[in-house]
């Protein structure tokens, strides 16, 4: 059965730091390419980090130079780090592992960017 478990979320002040992790499980996690999206409240699901198979990264414009996604493969996980975060960052964050046509979501952990 596969299991992508995402974890780290919280509440954070803007400026702050969060990182996000998503631990699978039931899949061979080296070969899928991992992904970060998020959903903010009345808004479309948006990509928002990619780590490729063979570790290339592409980010959305919107988290360029603040967030870093990063896989370890030993431990079937990948993370996103968040840095500088701001208001319009809160959303669910959702990680996503794709190989070919298949694909596997998590349930989400929830980030608020509040003061």
């Known amino acids: 059965q596969v299991q992508l478990v995402e974890s780290g979320g919280g509440l954070v002040q803007p400026g702050g730091s969060l990182r996000l992790s998503c631990a699978a499980s039931?899949?061979?996690?080296?070969?899928?390419?991992m992904n970060w999206y998020r959903q903010a409240p009345g808004k479309e699901r948006e990509l928002v980090a990619t780590?490729?198979?063979?570790?290339?990264?592409n980010y959305a414009d919107s988290v360029k130079d603040r967030f870093t996604i990063s896989r370890d493969n030993a431990k079937n996980t990948v993370y996103l780090q968040m840095t500088t975060l701001k208001p319009e960052d809160t959303a669910v964050y959702y990680c996503n592992a794709k190989r070919f046509t298949i694909l596997f979501w998590g349930k989400g952990t929830l980030v608020t960017v509040s003061s």
């Open positions: 780590i490729t198979s063979g570790e290339s990264t």
């Open positions: 039931g899949i061979t996690f080296s070969t899928y390419t």
